[in-house]
């Protein structure tokens, strides 16, 4: 399991990475967990609430020690019923609230999809602006943990598909604490999608370091062949598959979408005009999944720079296989690879 | 011995895993005195008469809302009407019980009580006359949207009496289900909340005795609705729901048990849908006119009526007063909605999120386009 | 609304259409009931349970004396409650009948979405084939009805993402019942999605007649210059839409889906690949909508063969809008029209 | 008058909307007697002490059982495992109460009673080892998969035996849940829906106190968590869950009531779970040290020992034949789940659908590849 990152390089467009000043290393869970303390000292209209955050510090620690600084009413260990969670953290939001409900893994956040679809995503709307619903949906995703069935769903095309909500997913250890906050600051809901496999990897972590806001893409790794397009769990997966082509003699870009919605498309267009070819990775389920948004939207708009199709290296169409076969089924390295070799090279001669 | 309990309530007999002296008989566990309770009619005399005279007046400017909504639906003025017909009593009774700053969450056959909180009846309607999704704005009324998806508000209602007790404020939040509402796990997981939180709210059910053509037999084994208020830990209560001081007494002692910090009540009331589940159906598929004109012999209003003319609070210049009223909101109503109303295509985008994403700023460039298009054809 | 249907053109690949020999006109609501009832005579293992799918015959009547004919065991009012409707039929498929849900309307199904996630989609997988689950969801989805929120949902997106389900989707009276029967035939579970504002339509109808089997697109009209591919709600305005090209000169294929689950790769790029260009039609949401698998697999299958990126004519990314609204948000003939003005015909020459 | 009435069980006092003389003060409405009890230990002395001596033996292979699959987790040859170690008297009294054609709804804490069921160990544990989802046949040994979702199999138990009963075959679904799972909207629905088709279905809730970590007051405000039954119109029934004779005949009470056709029941188990949640969890993040002993001295062996010792029906043999039965089985453990399962990665693909779809064709193609590619490799 990879979870080593690479220092962060400059944005393309945006402003370039500072130097951090008090620079420390932190895992992606301890991130989170500072980004939850952050926002809840900041402001005490944030609330956290989920099943097992309070004593147990959430299963993956995440909301560690905030009941003991916060106490059990800022940080509620609820009962067991996820439309209940969800419900209730509406009703709380609309009282002025601002709460971050904790999901235990992808599969557990199904049964509060009717809350989340017909009324969290609606609610603003519904209201022409009067009750915006500030909540932060945190669920932890995806595999590559050896987690048993219902526990690597990789989920996130569910949530990128209906309007009215944000879907953010952190690939490094500063976004997720940068991503956090800015989600739980944002007046509109952000379902914040955790790379579970990516939680125990550390990095150089400074809270006060800038980080891009919610909507920007950034390429983690320059290059001059073709762009790797990615996201959340797929990042390192994608910067190790790179560092295995510049052996082979391709120097591949990575693009780190952190946003599904709002996307990118600026940056992402004016990277994929200019290399011409581009791979989208992730490893969810190709059919219907988010990497089908990224190809149409790359092709519609990018059709006469393309040199070769958009290529897409997904999870196989099926149901998330057990543990000891699911090395199979998330992509790979190699499978990576196979795909950039596709990109019919001798067509540019 | 304690840590052996996982109970923690009052009111089971003193048996505990491990006693010592196994108990070898089957103990009746129910708590006793019952937390479930049916509620009669109070003590008319009691009452202030002008409280009496409220309820009765609003119960008739409700019955003629309702019945000009309706027609309105048959004239085309609004796309489909779920009239409260025949369960006035409950609307403005959980009208009338809330104050200022509590909150109300009603259920999409709930516009009487809304408009009986004050909302405007044009605003109140623009979801079912399908201009808006919302035409009034919930927190200056403080009642929530319409809601559709049943029982889905009542998780709602818990979080935000959950949010206002822990803010040390004194609101209560009255959650407006049908019998039907009841059979949804958001209605079980919110019940849940509510008493494991302690929140201040109030769950009123109408048992209006169908779920569009399913009768309550055929919804619930239990012998009452109220019933289910045991497996919370909260108080029930059974109230006949066309009497219309009964349901204001038994919502108000509900109110009140919330607002001092004694947690969420349960309230079902019998009662009776008179019209049809919406102008859409067919009521006669599935139910009979005795049936029907039994209940329209337990009219609300009716029995109002004859209690307060009983009591010598109501007469004859009272009722003409309540009359004329209703015959007010109803013309009100029907020149309101006479026309058409002008709405911008371009609010498909107006409030989507906070700010538009660069693909609603394209999308709405696009439709803005269209429509410049349209107006230029138009106007040759 | 329109909902008027053109007799069936022969298709591309498939059998030839076969003169029906006991002609007669049904609605598709009509066409549906036919397909239960038939299905329920057929074989007793076929039990139908909903919310007023009884003495009511379901709110759109698609269930329509069933009760009456089969008794109220093979036709159950059930309590009102989704998740409950669905986990019983599974445990009746468990127990070898052949459960057909209906949900109410397409916003109402997602209260059962964690059981059809997790169980339904998953449960032949789970027992390597021990435990098939032979369910049909029906739900009534798509607008154009006039219907306040919540009943004009297109929510085909969170079933096509789902590895394991069958989505199914006719346009088509005489689809509506053959696919129909095919689907509750079918051993796997199948989200068979009816198109709202097609149910009143009516066409000629021979319950007798082969139809295309599942699995299969059907080339509705044939065409020279691009093709429309779209399915259920669409696929009326697409012809439309064609109709009024030809005025304009230009011939439009319009081919329908049908399933969207398993897709129709082989008809689909063959009609592509011969025409060059092609727009998607759908009435959902744009953004991580069906339409956007359909470009991105044409594309990545059929690049050298496009004349123009395959472009998407969809509902907004937004939450539907109530009924006085929803014109300006379901695609029209002249949105489509638009688009295939944009298929870069100049530079062909 | 009873077209009145929205209510249809006996139980209720004759109260109606539109009597004639309203009751005028709050009447109690909870049924009586109660549909509630609490069950102690059974007279013992009637019970045919070779079942005694059968639930004996089982409770001390379950228990070894249970070590030895906490044992392979700590050794790595399970991914994960969620033991009933304490829970033995539910799991064991669960397998041993349902009849050849009974089926058992189990969750991801039940592998005990699966296995007592008479399911291979290995197989039983295929989901846990993380080798594939069900090792075992669900339809031949009826037993359902182990479920995960929580609460989501019990609307499952309910369609299965709801279908038996059309079929008019006299068979039992038994679900098991934990007390967290009561909170999920599915229990209720499951509930509600069995309680209105008279589903010959049991519910055994093994209230072991918590869910992970969250404490049972903080998931019900609840006299008990049977009391829930009475929201449902279903009997109720506490028992001492570390008492396997009562267990035993509670769960046998409700599985006869249920096959003759007396509709379901909820059976709530007081248990404690000795170990952590799984071997992933850090128990003393939220429970004390004095709590899990005392549960201990409550231990479900010890008390069926001590009971069976006293009745005279146990003797040091029978304790030593079960125990060398509990050796051979653990024994059996380690030898099978030494080696690491062959498993085909190519199954991938296998069971998704009836027939592979195109796509899945073209995957399975590209896997094969891609193995074919590595192997090559590796014979370099
Ligand atoms: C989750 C959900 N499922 C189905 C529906 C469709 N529906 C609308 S009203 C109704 C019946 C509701 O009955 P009840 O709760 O008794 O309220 P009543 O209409 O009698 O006031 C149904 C099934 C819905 N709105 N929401
Ligand atoms: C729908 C759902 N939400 C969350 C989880 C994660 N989870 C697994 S076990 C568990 C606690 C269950 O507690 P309880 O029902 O008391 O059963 P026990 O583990 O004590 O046997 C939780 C929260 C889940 N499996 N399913
Ligand atoms: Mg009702
Ligand atoms: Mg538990």
């Known amino acids: 399991m990879s979870t080593a990152h690479p220092s962060p390089t400059p944005t393309l467009g945006g402003a370039s990475a500072r130097r951090p000043s008090d620079v420390r290393t932190a895992s992606m869970a301890q991130a989170l967990n500072s980004g939850l303390r952050d926002a809840m000292r900041e402001d005490p209209a944030v609330h956290v609430l989920g099943e097992d955050v309070g004593a147990l510090g959430g299963v993956f620690r995440i909301t560690d020690g905030l009941t003991a600084e916060f106490g059990p009413e800022r940080c509620l260990d609820t009962p067991l019923a996820e439309a209940g969670i969800l419900g209730t953290a509406i009703g709380m939001a609309m009282y002025g609230l601002r709460p971050v409900v904790e999901m235990q893994f992808d599969a557990f956040a199904y049964p509060a999809l009717e809350q989340l679809f017909s009324h969290v995503a609606k609610m603003r709307n519904r209201t022409a602006g009067r009750l915006p619903l500030p909540i932060t949906v945190r669920i932890p995703y995806g595999g590559g943990i050896g987690g048993v069935e219902h526990h690597s769903d990789a989920s996130e095309a569910y949530y990128t598909s209906t309007p009215g909500l944000h879907v953010v997913t952190p690939g490094t250890v500063a976004d997720a604490y940068g991503l956090l906050r800015a989600s739980i600051a944002s007046d509109d809901p952000v379902v914040f999608l955790e790379p579970k496999r990516l939680y125990w990897g550390?990095?150089?972590?400074?809270?006060?370091?800038?980080?891009?806001?919610?909507?920007?893409?950034?390429?983690?790794?320059?290059?001059?062949?073709?762009?790797l397009i990615t996201y959340g769990p797929s990042l390192p997966v994608c910067l190790a598959a790179a560092e295995a082509a510049q052996a082979e003699g391709r120097d591949l870009a990575v693009l780190d979408l952190r946003t599904l919605v709002p996307f990118d498309d600026e940056t992402v267009f004016r990277v994929v005009r200019s290399l011409g070819r581009a791979v989208v990775v992730h490893e969810a389920?190709?059919?219907g999944g988010t990497g089908a948004e990224i190809a149409a939207r790359v092709t519609e708009r990018c059709f006469h720079h393309l040199a070769a199709p958009v290529l897409r290296v997904t999870g196989f169409d099926v149901p998330y296989p057990p543990p000891m076969l699911e090395h199979h089924h998330l992509p790979g390295v190699d499978r990576i690879l196979d795909a950039v070799a596709r990109l019919q090279w001798e067509d540019r001669g | 011995m304690t840590v052996l309990d996982h109970r923690h309530h009052a009111g089971v007999p003193g048996w505990l895993p491990g006693a010592t002296a196994p108990r070898t008989d089957p103990a009746?566990?129910?708590?006793d005195p019952s937390p479930v309770r049916a509620i009669g009619t109070p003590a008319l005399e009691k009452y202030d008469p002008a409280l009496l005279r409220e309820l009765y007046r609003r119960l008739v400017v409700g019955r003629r809302y309702n019945q000009q909504a309706t027609t309105l639906t048959k004239q085309g003025r609004l796309a489909v009407y779920?009239?409260?017909?025949?369960?006035?009593?409950?609307?403005?009774a959980?009208?009338?019980?809330?104050?200022?700053?509590?909150?109300?969450?009603?259920?999409?056959r709930d516009t009487l009580a809304v408009v009986s909180r004050g909302v405007d009846p044009l605003e109140a309607l623009t979801l079912l006359r399908g201009s808006a999704h919302t035409g009034y704005d919930p927190r200056a009324s403080r009642t929530a949207p319409l809601c559709t998806p049943l029982a889905t508000q009542a998780p709602h209602a818990v979080g935000l009496a959950h949010a206002a007790r822990l803010r040390g404020e004194p609101v209560v939040a009255l959650a407006m289900l049908g019998d039907g509402g009841t059979s949804e796990g958001d209605f079980h997981e919110a019940l849940n909340f509510a008493a494991v939180l302690d929140a201040p709210v109030v769950f009123l059910v109408q048992n209006n005795g169908y779920a569009i053509s399913v009768p309550l037999r055929a919804q619930s084994a239990a012998p009452s609705l109220a019933h289910k208020a045991v497996g919370y830990g909260m108080p029930g209560r059974l109230v006949d729901g066309n009497d219309a001081p009964a349901v204001h007494s038994v919502l108000t002692e509900a109110v009140e048990r919330a607002r001092a910090g004694g947690g969420p009540t349960l309230v079902e009331a019998l009662t009776y849908r008179i019209d049809a589940h919406t102008n859409a159906d067919d009521a006669t598929r599935y139910r009979t006119e005795p049936e029907v004109a039994a209940w329209r012999e337990h009219d609300p209003i009716l029995l109002m009526e004859r209690a307060l003319r009983g009591l010598g609070v109501l007469d004859d210049r009272l009722v003409r007063e309540a009359a004329d009223e209703a015959e007010a909101l109803a013309a009100r109503m029907r020149a309101e909605f006479h026309t058409d109303p002008e709405l911008d295509p371009m609010s498909l985008f107006a409030h989507v999120y906070a700010e538009p994403t660069p693909q609603l700023r394209e999308q709405a460039a696009q439709l803005a386009a269209e429509l410049a298009a349209e107006a230029e054809v138009a106007d040759r």
């Open chain 1, 202 to 227: 550390k990095a150089e972590f400074d809270p006060d370091a800038p980080v891009e806001p919610i909507g920007r893409a950034v390429l983690r790794r320059t290059g001059t062949s073709a762009v």
């Open chain 1, 285 to 287: 389920s190709g059919f």
């Open chain 2, 28 to 31: 009746p566990l129910l708590p």
């Open chain 2, 82 to 92: 779920p009239a409260s017909t025949g369960q006035e009593a409950c609307q403005v």
């Open chain 2, 94 to 108: 959980a009208a009338l019980v809330l104050g200022e700053h509590d909150w109300l969450f009603p259920s999409y």
